[in-house]
């Protein structure tokens, strides 16, 4: 079982009115934020991609760059890697370069993106979202399989004899498909035989029917379902109590939601708040955090789960705190926990 975090390197307003912390502070942070957790003896450290100006990752994998040069034995990936608005090319370029310069730790975990402001800035449809980032999918896995590509598509100039260097450091590059809970999303990871990442708030039962549906494509397309990795990542904030961490959390988690336009420009209630943690978000004590990773281990059978550790723009020192409850008291029952149930075929 692998604990890990994730970013979009928020730098939006804090609740509280103060100045908003700018961008080379943030990537400091961020960096920073890898160190510690590489220490702390989490497995993985992922990075989102956004072109918005509450962001400061519009280009994860030179942040990526800078974390293999402080850190020893984290993985690094992306998280989401915007693959219908990229370059399959360019992106596999960028992450074996990544794989090198950390020696083997570089990941994608690729998805078609939650915000489409990429789209316009490219130069891409919107309403060729989905085709797009099939076919730029395919095409990232090929390049990933031949270092010699002839390829042919609709959204991209075609080539011919093309040889795409360098080649990574680790064969194959892990490629994570990430999915928001739709069954074609589901179907296509399985059928392609890739892990697969799902993202979600609150409890873990709406998602049973997609591992299962992933399984069956899986088993359809030839792949053992068994061997296929599943992971989880989703809001987390980790307190001393479990009141404590709702009170503190709950400011910047209400201006978060309401920044997103998730609440119509209106305060994300209390009670709301409270019930989405009633019904799985993984907000509270350690005790409480570890409870709600493990019904996602037993109802999901993940392998992999990341948190998004400063969702709401929290000041830094509390970024610390929770990060520091997760990986002191969090993340060694996990590994106990999950090992015991692996051992007694429970997984």
Do not use: C
């Not at 920073?32 to 590489?38: H, I, Y």
């Not at 992933?214 to 599943?230: I, M």
């Not at 992999?304 to 929770?322: A, C, H, K, T, Y």
Request: aromatic content about 8%; glycine content about 10%.
């Amino acid at each position: 079982m692998e604990l890990g975090i994730y970013t979009f390197g928020e730098i939006n307003q804090h609740p509280d009115g103060k100045a908003t912390t700018n961008a080379t502070t943030r990537l400091d942070q961020l960096v920073e934020l890898a160190r510690n957790a590489d220490q702390g003896g989490l497995d993985v450290i992922a990075l989102g991609e956004h072109h918005r100006p509450d962001f400061v990752l519009s280009a994860p994998e030179m942040v990526l760059a800078a974390m293999a040069t402080v850190t020893e034995r984290i993985r690094l990936s992306s998280g989401v890697t915007v693959l219908s608005s990229q370059d399959p090319v360019r992106v596999y370029q960028q992450f074996a370069t990544l794989d090198h310069l950390s020696h083997g730790r570089a990941e994608i975990i690729a998805g078609r993106g939650a915000f489409t402001e990429s789209f316009p800035l490219f130069g891409y449809e919107l309403a060729d979202y989905d085709e797009l980032f099939e076919e730029k999918l395919t095409m990232l896995l090929e390049i990933r399989e031949n270092e010699t590509l002839t390829w042919q598509g609709r959204h991209r100039p075609a080539l011919e004899d093309a040889s795409i260097v360098p080649r990574t450091k680790q064969e194959p590059l892990p490629v994570w498909v990430a999915i928001g809970g739709t069954p074609a999303s589901a179907m296509r990871a399985g059928l392609l035989g890739l892990p697969m990442m799902m993202g979600f708030f609150t409890g873990p039962e709406q998602f049973v029917s997609r591992v299962e549906l992933y399984h069956r494509a899986a088993e359809k397309a030839g792949h053992v379902p068994a061997d296929l990795r599943l992971g989880v990542s989703g809001h987390m904030f980790v307190g001393k109590t479990s009141q404590g961490a709702r009170d503190s959390f709950y400011p910047y988690y209400a201006e978060y939601m309401k920044q997103m336009g998730l609440t119509g420009g209106t305060v994300f209630p209390r009670d709301a708040y409270d019930h989405w943690i009633e019904r799985g978000l993984p907000v509270g004590s350690p005790q409480q955090v570890t409870d709600e990773i493990m019904k996602r281990v037993e109802l999901l059978g993940i392998d992999r789960f990341l948190g998004q550790i400063d969702v709401g723009n929290l000041p830094w020192p509390m970024i610390n705190e929770s990060l520091d409850f997760f990986m002191t008291e969090v993340l060694p029952v996990i590994k106990r926990e999950s090992a015991t149930a692996h051992a007694n075929g429970a997984m």
